[in-house]
């Protein structure tokens, strides 16, 4: 899974893009954390954040399995296997948590630890291999600092997906990881960006017409 084949990390990080436009987020952060005490050079974890509707507790131990969806052969929007997530995460890093919360609800998270995977933590009863149940939890304080930012009258609803044990980055600086993710970013999403506005590290996507049709491009 983890030679699944994108082409860049640029790719993969627009399979989570995708994920929260069809949770009708308004704005998607993609922001770089980085070890205590290390430099602001080389990030040793990635996030998005949106604001879409978020997912209830259930739902979100399902997102974290490979086909894992509610959308199943939904030609309505932009995924329907459940394959995008897990395999866009992986193809990264080597952990990734989902952080979730519903409008009036508590935050809830599950991870999968790829290290954790390969000993055998998650199996049971000798053989079957079992996702852990979603459990209350804080978010990551470089996710806090960027949610209170961002969304200073509060973070309603939204879900954050949090990617670490960072090993499979084509752009291992944040300086070359922000510029090229702005560039790609405004070529794919050019024709979105006026419903769903996305940040690389603080830095606004601009939309980038490749047909040059676009007087705002």
């Not at 997912?55 to 974290?64: K, V, Y």
Request: proline content about 5%; hydrophobic content about 40%.
């Amino acid at each position: 899974i983890r030679h699944i084949g994108y082409k860049s990390n640029v790719e993969a990080l627009a399979e989570l893009i995708d994920n929260s436009i069809q949770a009708y987020a308004d704005r998607i952060d993609l922001v770089l954390g980085y070890a205590d005490g290390a430099s602001s050079v080389k990030p040793n974890q990635l996030a998005v954040i949106d604001n879409g509707h978020g997912m209830d507790p259930g739902m979100l131990r399902l997102a974290m399995m490979w086909g894992g969806t509610h959308r199943e052969n939904d030609r309505n929007g932009l995924g329907r296997f459940g394959y995008g997530l897990p395999c866009a995460t992986v193809s990264m890093g080597r952990r990734f948590t989902i952080y979730s919360k519903l409008k009036g609800g508590s935050c809830y998270s599950v991870s999968l630890d790829l290290d954790l995977l390969d000993n055998g933590s998650y199996q049971i009863d000798g053989l079957k291999i079992a996702i852990p149940a979603a459990q209350p939890a804080a978010l990551p304080g470089f996710v806090v600092d960027a949610i209170e930012r961002t969304h200073p009258q509060g973070w309603e609803s939204g879900t954050v997906v949090v990617i670490d044990k960072l090993d499979r980055l084509d752009w291992v600086t944040a300086t070359g990881l922000r510029r090229n993710l702005l560039r790609h970013f405004g070529v794919t999403y050019h024709k979105l960006l006026t419903a769903t506005a996305i940040h690389v590290d603080g830095e606004e996507v601009r939309p980038i017409d490749p047909l040059f049709l676009d007087p705002e491009g």
